[in-house]
């Protein structure tokens, strides 16, 4: 233990004799207030109420004779010796920069500071501090001086009390006047010791100005100088501390027309009273801040310990705050005066602003009034009224000098709306307005975002492999948190996750607004989901949908197809399908190659093409070999699978008999996937014998899908047998097939009945004339069972929705 | 050792008249290509120059006659203030050094015949002073003229600032002067050859001569700094002005101590400073803002 206690006392010794303490008699200051005498080489700046020239107005050899003294005060405080170059301000005192490097150097003084302020001598007035030595940047002629402006710069910085625009830097004087060359600033060109200049702040920054009229606030400059003295000394700080701030109008703000930032953009108070209590609410020390609209105030030398700063102004409700001083700093207090209300309320603004003949407002629009006075929120809210009227919902803002009414649902549309703000509304001090306010305005004709379609549709299906789901509506969404509005779930309520790196969505401009969306995973096929769309989905101005929305649908497997099928074509190569540009029309790129994408085999045919305008398009593509050349007879069951975009284009089947070509629908591209359509070819009359030759697209009309990207794999084809009869009443006719909601036939005889069998041989729906209703049957292959005059007739039917 | 040209050149000379006045012309005006330099001392025979950087790092002296300049100090202040005897061929200067971010200073002496410098005075915070006059050099450390002749002449007289006043010394025998009414500053004080006057410059004042008892005190200029004399009647002295940041002009002035007429040496365009001159010798030199040393040679009328 001895040992030990002996190690550690020789080490701590050691160390003390490294370390050269310094003492604060040891060191000695030189400090040159810079200018002098209010003559050529000074600054003046014009403030209110000082004419220029004015020796009572703004001075830069004021304040920084000012700085300079009061720095002198607390070094010599401190027990450090100072020198200065000037005490006084004539122009006797403005020396030659010679002579202050001179004699600072005689003065055998350890460091030199040469106090000054800045200006921009323009329009573009800035706030902060700069740090100059000698030399270029960071290479200093004077070793250490650059360390000297190292230490002041970051207390500068943190003077609260100001408002800095800009970063404070330090630099080398031959980096920051360039033109001067090597010369330098004068005054610190002879010094021999480490020696900087600093521009304080600036001066012609007119909130600034008027604080270094302030004999105070150049004593918190001139702190701020002692606190880097004794940094650079490595001496120790005070054990007291100090409080200042400044009182200002809590809303009101400088007329004058000079550029103000932050918080110099409100009125400082002037001849406001300022009280230092400590925590027994002794006071302690009492303050007026000057008549020269800075509203500073200063508390020097306070013992740490909690305080609370009391203030009283004219014409401003008095305010307490609570300040916690501790050793060897400045607290910073600002104080906000609240202005008695001494003038009934007023609304000064409100919105909207509509006058008969303008253009009709949203239905979401919110009602604002603004105050000349913090108001009673009860009464002035008893006060307010609406008609036709409407429920709403009213907040407060900026200390309730602002109130926002916000309808609960929207207003009806095309309709003129009433705002008035009874007398019976009081600021907080319980005077009533004078005078009622009243105004109105007309709302436009959309009330809610409405819903164009999605996918899938209610009741709709989707293959259960990689599935993205689509929703469009009339506006453009406003997609910042839609995830949270759009949810997948399965029967079990559980939700599907999307894939959000997959969402694309509509941008304003665009004349509807659209969100697609893959999920993360595959779904299970034969199951059942819901999209559940929250009545908050909006578009870009806030309307919204008018309720939640539930759509139903089903996964499924689109690959299985028609098992009874054969291949008629793998869609594997790109040849297979040729652009008939004499059969197109309306199109301004369309193109045929293969994808990778695919249900079977390697590849896909992927058709991309961009119609021109919103309607009239058509491409027409033909197979380059025909399918079935010369074989086909009616109702002969084709198959093919789809990967469609949602684009909502009709796709045919074309088929000719050698003379005319006949068109057969498909589908509609309705749908994001694979899909497995089905399609019967053309009845022909006797024995006409045709062939498969070719799809078409056709553009439906609408802003929908002018480009567009789908794929095609797989063509089958079942040849209409398998135990169904051919026709056998004469003259039949069945149309359309595919039917989405009745179907028609007719015959040479007369038709006494429709039947329509599902494919487990379940009797779906019956008719007791040539007419049936299909539009509630699911979509899907049916069989049809025709009668007439004691004869039947079987027809495979399709029905799609 | 430095090999130097010498670059003839003229302008910045200007000829001086006055009636009843020391008159000085210039005889012919060079430069001294020796690269940058500042501040430079000429002995009094004029045969040796010292000169250092503008902020008084390190100090070289320069042969008048061979042109061969040598190092004599590298050190941070070595070059503020030095002093060099009569022939040149000894010199006290000052290294300067921060020690805990203190400053502190030594003296050391250079001999200019055999090269090398002793420390003559450690490493301290003293007031040591470097006094010459009329080529007498002496140490003076806490008011004392240090031991032996080594360091200064016992018997000699010289005159230096305490900042707000003057001490005429000889020997250790002080006397204190205050030309100038209280609280007065001065700078700058220098003994005439002859010793019978000194010369001073108040900053707030102008420069100022007095006689060697304080009294007498007379203004001859308004304004100026670095003075020096130029034998016993003429004073060189800076003249500059200045925006309050950077020095915008400077000339080199001659004033008649017992006239007062003052005598443009340079134009101040020329952003001279800090003449030395040597009467003996009939040369004045001095640098420019930018570091370019030129001389004079001079011709006295009386």
């Known amino acids: 233990m001895r040992k030990l206690y002996s190690l550690t006392l020789a080490f701590f010794a050691g160390m003390a004799i490294n370390a050269m303490a310094v003492e604060p008699t040891d060191v000695h200051v030189y400090i040159n207030p810079g200018h002098g005498g209010h003559d050529s080489d000074d600054r003046n700046v014009v403030i209110y109420p000082f004419e220029q020239g004015d020796p009572e107005g703004y001075w830069e050899s004021n304040s920084n004779l000012d700085k300079g003294l009061q720095l002198r005060d607390l070094l010599e405080e401190a027990g450090i010796k100072v020198t200065m170059s000037r005490t006084t301000n004539t122009s006797e005192d403005d020396l030659n920069l010679t002579t202050i490097g001179t004699l600072a150097n005689e003065s055998g003084a350890d460091i030199f500071f040469s106090i000054h302020s800045n200006a921009t001598g323009t329009g573009n007035r800035v706030n902060y501090p700069i740090g100059l030595y000698r030399g270029y940047t960071g290479q200093p002629e004077v070793e250490n001086s650059d360390y000297l402006a190292e230490c002041l710069l970051p207390q500068l910085m943190s003077n609260e009390a100001t408002v800095w625009t800009n970063e404070g830097r330090n630099y080398g004087d031959w980096t920051f006047y360039p033109s001067w060359g090597t010369q330098g600033l004068g005054v610190l060109r002879v010094t021999a010791i480490p020696a900087m200049l600093s521009e304080g702040s600036f001066h012609d920054y007119v909130p600034e100005t008027y604080r270094l009229m302030n004999w105070d606030f150049c004593w918190l400059e001139a702190w701020h100088f002692k606190q880097a003295v004794l940094t650079y000394f490595d001496l120790p700080g005070e054990t007291i501390g100090h409080i200042c701030g400044i009182v200002h109008d809590s809303r009101t703000e400088r007329t004058e027309d000079y550029l103000k930032y932050d918080r110099d953009v409100l009125e400082p108070m002037c001849g406001a009273e300022v009280t230092l209590k400590n925590s027994s609410g002794e006071v302690v020390d009492t303050y007026t801040t000057d008549e020269l609209f800075n509203g500073f105030y200063l508390f020097k030398n306070v013992e740490p310990g909690d305080y609370k700063i009391s203030v009283k102004a004219a014409e401003h409700y008095d305010a307490e705050i609570s300040v916690n001083v501790a050793a060897n700093a400045v607290s910073y207090g600002d104080v906000a005066m609240n202005r008695i209300r001494n003038t009934p309320p007023e609304v000064v603004e409100y919105s909207p602003v509509w006058n008969e003949g303008d253009e009709s407002l949203l239905c979401n629009t919110p009602i604002v009034l603004k105050f000349n006075w913090d108001m009673d929120t009860e009464s002035t809210e008893a006060a307010f009224s609406i008609e036709p009227a409407v429920e709403g919902t009213i907040t407060w803002e900026d200390s309730n000098y602002q109130m926002t009414f916000v309808p609960n649902e929207p207003y009806a549309t095309n309709t003129l709306y009433t705002v008035t703000l009874s007398t019976g509304a009081c600021h907080g001090g319980g005077t009533p307005m004078e005078e009622a306010v009243s105004f109105s305005f007309r709302t436009d004709a959309r009330r809610f975002l409405q819903l164009i379609s999605t996918f899938p549709a209610d009741g709709g299906k989707i293959h259960y492999d990689g599935p993205a789901i689509e929703i469009r509506t009339d506006s453009v969404m406003n997609c910042t948190n839609i995830r949270d509005l759009v949810s997948i779930k399965d029967a079990a309520g559980n939700t599907v996750a999307f894939n959000n790196r997959t969402m694309s969505y509509g941008k304003a401009g665009s004349s509807y607004g659209f969100m697609k969306i893959s999920l993360s995973k595959d779904l299970n096929p034969g199951e059942n989901y819901t999209m559940n769309l929250s009545r908050n989905i909006s578009d870009l101005d806030g309307i919204s949908l008018e309720n939640d929305i539930v759509v139903n649908f089903t996964a499924s497997d689109e690959s299985k197809g028609n098992e009874y099928a054969s291949m008629v074509d793998e869609c594997e190569d790109a040849a297979t399908l040729v652009l008939d540009e004499s059969e197109s029309a309306n199109y301004e790129s369309a193109t045929i190659s293969t994808s990778s994408t695919h249900l079977f085999g390697s590849r896909s045919l992927n058709a991309k093409y961009k119609f021109t305008g919103e309607e009239g398009g058509v491409l027409t593509y033909k197979f380059a070999n025909p399918f079935k050349a010369g074989e086909l007879l009616g109702y002969d069951m084709f198959g093919i699978y789809v990967n469609g975009d949602f684009c909502t284009h009709g796709l045919y089947a074309l088929f000719e008999d050698g003379e005319t070509v006949e068109e057969v629908k498909i589908c509609d591209i309705d749908f994001h996937g694979w899909m497995y359509k089905q399609f019967v070819a053309p009845e022909m009359s006797g024995d006409t014998r045709y062939s498969f030759v070719g799809l078409r697209i056709k553009q439906n009309p609408g802003k929908i899908g002018m480009s567009c990207d789908i794929k095609f794999d797989n063509i089958t084809y079942e040849k209409d047998g398998s135990g169904i009869s051919k026709v056998e009443i004469s003259g039949l006719k069945v149309y359309p097939n595919p039917a989405s909601e009745y179907i028609i036939t007719s015959a040479d005889s007369l038709i006494t009945g429709l039947t329509l069998i599902g494919q487990d041989g379940r009797v779906i729906s019956q008719s007791g004339y040539n007419v049936l209703n299909v539009s509630e049957v699911p979509s899907g292959t049916y069989i049809l069972v025709v009668e007439a005059d004691k004869m039947h007739a079987v027809k495979k039917i399709i029905i799609s929705h | ?302």
Not at chain 2, 80 to 101: E, W
Not at chain 2, 242 to 253: C, L, P, R
């Open chain 2, 1 to 302: 050792m430095k090999k130097c040209l010498i670059l003839v050149s003229l302008g910045l000379l200007l000829p001086v008249l006055s009636a009843n006045a020391v008159k000085l012309t210039v005889k012919n005006s060079q430069i001294i290509d020796i690269g940058e330099a500042y501040h430079p001392l000429l002995s009094d025979n004029g045969e040796k120059l010292l000169y250092t950087s503008d902020n008084y790092r390190g100090l070289h002296v320069l042969d008048m006659g061979s042109m061969n300049s040598n190092e004599i100090s590298s050190s941070e202040g070595a070059g503020y203030s030095p002093v060099i005897n009569f022939d040149g061929s000894k010199v006290y200067y000052r290294n300067m050094q921060l020690d805990g971010r203190l400053r502190k200073k030594n003296v050391m002496m250079y001999d200019c015949i055999k090269g090398g410098s002793v420390e003559v005075l450690p490493m301290g915070r003293s007031d040591v002073k470097l006094m010459q006059t009329a080529g007498e050099i002496a140490v003076l450390n806490d008011d004392k003229i240090m031991g032996d002749d080594e360091l200064g002449s016992k018997t000699s007289v010289y005159a230096y600032s305490m900042h707000d006043r003057i001490v005429v010394q000889t020997g250790n025998v002080l006397k204190e002067l205050n030309p100038l009414p209280s609280g007065s500053r001065y700078l700058w004080v220098k003994l005439s050859p002859d010793h019978k006057k000194i010369l001073f410059v108040e900053p707030f004042e102008g420069v100022f001569v007095c006689d060697i008892d304080g009294t007498n005190a007379k203004r001859i200029a308004e304004d100026g700094s670095s003075p020096s004399w130029y034998g016993n009647n003429v004073v060189l002295f800076t003249r500059s002005q200045d925006d309050g940041y950077h020095v915008t002009a400077s000339q080199i002035m001659a004033v008649d101590v017992n006239t007062g007429e003052e005598s443009q040496l340079t134009t101040p365009e020329s952003m001279a400073e800090d003449a030395s001159g040597s009467i003996t010798s009939g040369k004045i030199v001095y640098s420019d803002a930018n570091g370019t040393l030129r001389l004079l040679e001079i011709n006295v009328v009386e």
